[in-house]
């Protein structure tokens, strides 16, 4: 029955009484399509044709593709195979006493193998109805056994063409036409990280996700908290979704697309009880398979939503074939030397870096201009395209989400790829010089002329754990799925600031000002809050999902939240700030970190953070997460702060709940008793405990030369508090950027017994070894 269909029968048979919707239907054999070419004379003429063709010659590809695909649909269907299709048919319409619509796809028995999907390479037929158009669309699935990109994909692989049969699944059409469909991976395509389900949804029929036609929304899920029943919604990314494909009545193509409405563009195509729904069903389809294959096996699957009903259902699965087969050992991490000019940005896909002369591709005629290391780009890319995409540097398209033909072809040939540009084609001309870089988390970038870049691959096998805890700094949340498989002990600084001016950009008090807001203000909320009615909430979600993509990546190690500390001037940059912010003269040192969240002029604004943590915490189940507080002056405000967090739940000790404060003032290192006994630790900013500790401006030039950790005032502050921490039971860790810069300063630490250290990701393995280096010789001294 070829994998596609073996799969949806198998899932019908056993995972439809547990709740997960296969739409009916039925089956060809492998057989059947053998027969037919014995009974035709088909299969001597077909390898006759083969054995003439050059498979890495554009032009003979097409040629000697287009002569079997001709040969096929020459030849009658055997009128044994053609009765039982459509017996078979009438069965399938008899429940509802009419001709059914069906889809008609095609599943060869070589594909969706462990070390090769196959996908896309034969044809797929939406829409059919009425025994000729079945009849009609069986016959041109045979024939799409030799599309130009089938034949390739089948060399590439080794696989012997004349080896390798069709079956054609029928199945029942689901009225996605009228509401929504998409994709979704078990595992997270770009990073390999498991824990995660990726959905894709656009309006109208799947096609226009799968081949890249329309820039979906794009959520996350996590796993091991979904599977304790909560609503651990990482992250929901709003897609353009400018088109729709539906049943096109009384037309040629029995599918058209139309456009979507702009009001309708801007929300979300699911709801949030429908993305948990499919996110279960991928677990239970992966467990599974998992479970007969007596290995892990993350699941590659399309599902669509009947709008008739409003019933979901999945409606094809095949076993992930590009990151659940990476080393887990290994990691390679891409970096440019240096950075010019961005052209063009788009979702990423992969994480490497590409470089070369632009090639726009318009049409399939244009392929066999294409050369050798050039960089792709065009609208959205086709099957048929494939044996000129693995030639490729890059590839770039305007169109296309994550899961689409470009990202799946380009993650498979290990090409970096940038989608959903919107306008490459017209940015970008052919022969220029461009850089596409995926190595800077989910936004791909292109830059002007050729970069220079390095590679950094380290193997983490024989890499021991030190006594002291290795954390790390992250600040983006889209990086940190792929980060967190770097050995580490958890994250030890994950900054709000980034989240809130990335994910969120606007400023707090304007979101619960909104309706005070002039047009012009308010337009701007609008803009950056698209698909929020409640614009608050807006700030709660986003927020929440930031710090939630985190905290999901490193679960369930300790992951250490710094609530928001902004400056003045940082937050005046915000959308809407500069009405509610103060012009100080020195905003480092003013309305920062834990004076603000007490203040009556922030305290609903500090609320929605507190929201946002809490959301994770409790709806999400990610208890891993600790909250720290900054720039606290005094113990008396480290209550303050505490009991306007209590306010909305967030009670240190309840429910595991850990609060930190930073250690970057004099009076933290002073009075460390006093901070231990209401807080559970300290995080030692060296970068402000430096600044105040030698009375240096750090953004100052003038005086740069005198800021220096090493300085010997800093490190007894530092010694001082470690030992005072330590003698109270509080936990002690750094997280500043002195033991990323200075191996020395690692060791000085070490020796103080310092609990953790937070590095900066690329400082990580490196003073791992240096840090267990220095353990094995403070211990070896007698």
Known sequence: ?????????????????????????????????????????????????????????????????????????????????????????????????????????????????????????????????????????????????????????RANHGYDHMQVALSIGIQQMVRSDLATSGVMFSIDTESGFRDAVLINAAYGLGENVVQGSVNPDEYYVFKPTLKEGLRPILKKAIGTKAMKLVYDVGGSKMTKNVPVSPDQANRFALSDDDILNLARWACDIENHFSQRRGAACPMDMEWAKDGRTGELFIVQARPETVQSRKSATTHERFHLKQKSKQLLSGRSVGEKIGSGPVRLIHDVHQLRDFADGEILVTDKTDPDWEPVMKRAAGIITNRGGRTCHAAIVSRELGLPAIVGTINATEVLQNGQQVTISCAEGDEGVVYEGQLPFEVETTDFSTLQRPKTKIMMNVGSPDEAFALSLIPNDGVGLAREEFIISTYVKVHPQALLDYQQLDDVARAEVD??????????????????????????????????????????????????????????????????????????????????????????????GLRNLKLMIPFCRTVEEGRKVQDEMAKYGLV???????????????SNVILADQFAEIFDGFSIGSNDLTQLTLGVDRDSEIVAHVFDENNEAVKRSIASVIQTAKANGAKIGICGQAPSDYPEFAEFLVEQGIDSISLTPDAVVKTTMNVLEVENKLHSIP
């Open 1 to 153: 029955m070829g994998g596609k269909n073996a799969s949806l029968g198998e899932m019908y048979r056993q995972l439809t009484p547990r709740g997960v919707r296969i739409p009916n239907g039925f089956a060809t054999t492998a057989f059947a399509y053998s027969t037919f070419l014995e009974e035709t004379g088909l299969d001597e003429k077909i390898a006759q044709v083969l054995s003439g063709m050059n498979v890495n010659d554009v032009d003979s590809l097409q040629h000697h593709g287009l002569i079997i695909r001709h040969m096929i649909l020459e030849a009658p269907l055997p009128d044994a195979l053609s009765h039982a299709i459509v017996e078979a048919y009438h069965q399938l319409g008899s429940a509802h006493h009419e001709l059914a619509d069906v889809a008609v796809r095609s599943s060869a028995t070589a594909e969706d193998l462990p070390d090769a999907s196959f996908a896309g390479q034969q044809e797929t037929y939406l829409n059919v109805r009425g025994q000729a158009s079945l009849l009609d669309a069986c016959h041109r699935c045979y024939a799409s056994l030799f599309t130009d990109r089938a034949i390739s994909y």
């Open 527 to 620: 803009k950056a809050s698209m698909g929020y009615d409640d614009k608050p909430q807006f700030y709660v979600d986003r927020l929440a999902e930031g710090i939630a993509m985190i905290t999901a990546a490193f679960y369930p190690k300790e992951v250490i939240v710094r609530l928001s500390d902004f400056k003045t001037n940082e937050y005046a940059n915000l959308i809407g700030g500069a009405a509610y912010e103060p012009k100080e003269e020195n905003p480092m040192l003013g309305f920062r970190g834990a004076s603000r969240y007490y203040s009556p002029q922030f305290r609903d604004a500090f609320g929605l953070e507190c929201k946002a943590v809490q959301k994770v915490r409790q709806e999400m």
């Open 652 to 666: 240190r000790g309840q429910d595991g709940l850990e609060i930190y404060v930073m250690c970057e003032i004099p």
